[in-house]
């Protein structure tokens, strides 16, 4: 899937934008290695400089996708190439492979490079300048790998503002790999069956479907192991503060994950559906960003926009902007109402709440629908509405998201232990900053 963000490139020769998809990259500075060109853009002040970060961690079944929102990128704003006060834009990229024509094989049993590379204009020309190469080893969705491409960034281009825009499928708070297969984390001998523990009834797991594609934080299909990485590790490794995160991917519009990201970036944009594949809008995105006062908002805005407007199926889209420096009133609270209604939080039937799933993955529940079909009292769900307006900053949803009604969306989607499991609870506890601060799960 796309909620918490590759591509395929190839990297040792003199292109600019290529219409055709199928491009490579030189050094702006033919003279000497990478270091030395950075050492060179080094300005004495960053007092206007921004620097957007795209991490695209698409060696999966995004491939052709992530690989299109880059080509997007050169229909858009591309900064020029100054010597002072020049906004940045820089893009994390994991090859897939490629046949002879350039077109994407999406088969993932051959070890392939990566590489961050700078995206400028050079009169009506712009360049793809390769900054740093990672070997076939390198995992793209993996801690080490994040941090020291985010620390690469800010050694090579200091700033006053940092932002990250990450693409890739994702599966929100859940444990690494649990969304697509359930039953290996449960101890089930059968493909498809959780038991959920006692008082819950088994669920069953259908295959997951591909079509429309959708983007589902961060996975490399690694043959026979894929890797992923849990929500809390994804926030640690980010390195140093953001103005934003933008989560190009499934199911990351949940409270554990904007709380997760508390202190790590100030604004959080995502999803609370999956995403369809094709995402943000990477045509619009830079002219929101690389500007003296980025606009995350308005990318989320933009978002919504592009899908608002269609028809049918491609009419799917939930979106939510949140200001992840007001959410203690929201925890604070929620820790009151969690523990009044603890009994019935135990006992709801997930049926009758808003979910944001599809194929019995129950997971993501409104978290305002939750405690109101919890029975929170008029006056509580006052409140309730004041600390959500405080923190939200903006959210949209369509009617639908593909098959899912969406009847009423507060911003945030949230665990519902009812519909859960013994094994879900226990990492909830452990994992989970938001059941921390709130005790959702005791």
């Given amino acids: 899937m ?8 190839a990297f040792f020769a003199l ?3 290529n219409k055709d998809n199928n491009f490579s990259f030189k050094r702006g500075d033919p003279s000497g290695p990478a270091e030395s060109w950075a050492e060179k853009s080094r300005v004495e002040s960053t007092e206007s400089r921004n620097v957007m970060l795209l991490y695209s961690a698409g060696f999966n079944s995004l491939a052709r996708y992530l690989d299109q929102n880059i080509v997007e990128l050169d229909e858009g704003f591309i900064p020029e190439k100054r010597n002072r006060g020049d906004h940045v834009l820089l893009v994390y990229s994991k090859l897939t492979t490629r046949n002879e024509n350039g077109t994407i094989l999406l088969e993932y ?3 392939t490079k990566s590489a961050l590379f700078r995206m400028y204009k050079v009169g009506e020309q712009i360049v793809k300048d390769t ?9 793209a969705s993996s801690p080490e790998t994040l941090r020291n491409v985010c620390m690469t960034a800010r050694d090579m281009f200091p700033a006053k503002s ?4 990450f693409t890739s499928h994702a599966s929100g708070w859940l444990p690494d790999g649990y969304y697509n297969d359930p039953s290996r984390y449960e101890g089930n001998s059968g493909w498809g069956m959780l038991s959920v523990g006692k008082g819950r009834n088994q669920m069953s797991y259908p295959a997951l479907e591909t079509y429309p594609a959708v983007k589902s934080i961060g996975q490399e299909n690694i043959p026979d192991s894929p890797v992923e990485m849990d929500l809390d590790v994804f926030a640690e490794a980010i390195p140093f503060h953001l103005d934003y995160l933008l989560l190009d991917a499934c199911l990351s519009g949940c409270i554990e994950v904007a709380y997760q990201f508390r202190g790590k970036a100030d604004i959080v944009g995502f999803s609370q559906t999956e995403v369809l594949a094709e995402g943000f809008d990477y045509r619009t995105i830079t002219s929101r960003l690389l500007t003296a006062n980025p606009d995350p908002v308005q990318v989320c805005k933009d978002y919504f926009n592009r899908y608002d407007v269609q028809t049918g199926e491609w009419r799917s889209a939930t979106i939510s902007a949140v200001d992840t420096r007001e959410l203690e009133p929201l925890a604070t609270l929620c820790k009151t109402l969690f523990e009044k209604y603890r009994t019935s939080l135990k006992t709801l039937k997930g049926s009758s709440v808003q979910g944001y799933f599809r194929f019995e993955r129950h997971f993501f529940y409104d978290l305002r629908d939750i405690l109101v079909k919890a029975g929170i009292t008029a006056e509580e769900e006052a409140a309730l509405q004041d600390a959500l307006d405080r923190c939200m900053l903006y959210k949209a949803a369509t009617d639908y998201f593909l098959s899912v009604r969406i009847y009423t969306a507060c911003g945030f ?14 990492f909830y506890k452990e994992h989970i900053a938001w059941n921390q601060a709130t005790e959702l799960v005791k």
């Fill in 2 to 9: 796309k909620r918490l963000l590759v591509i395929s490139l």
């Fill in 15 to 17: 292109v600019s934008c």
């Fill in 109 to 111: 049993d051959k070890p």
């Fill in 131 to 139: 900054l740093k190469v990672y070997g076939e080893d390198v995992i």
């Fill in 162 to 165: 940092y932002g990250m825009v």
């Fill in 413 to 426: 989607s949230m665990y519902l232990p009812s519909m859960g499991s013994d094994f879900l609870d226990n």
